[in-house]
């Protein structure tokens, strides 16, 4: 997810928290990683937890 907002930032986005980026026409658009919902809604609570955790630290970071 940071690898794709660092590329669109150096094409000219503009990178906000949480995965979000607005283009030059201003439009927001937001990057989620396809196996997400699945990552957090997994039968494997261990598994969901250290992916929200993930998510959280990116947040954060």
Known sequence: M???C?????A???ESQCGWLKDRYGVS???VPS?????????DPEGSQR???A??????A
């Open 55 to 60: 998510i959280l630290w990116y947040a954060q």
């Open 6 to 10: 660092s590329k669109r930032s150096r």
């Open 35 to 43: 196996v997400l919902g699945e990552l957090i809604g997994g039968p």
């Open 2 to 4: 940071r690898k794709a």
């Open 12 to 14: 000219g986005w503009i």
């Open 51 to 53: 992916a929200m955790q």
């Open 29 to 31: 658009w937001q990057v």
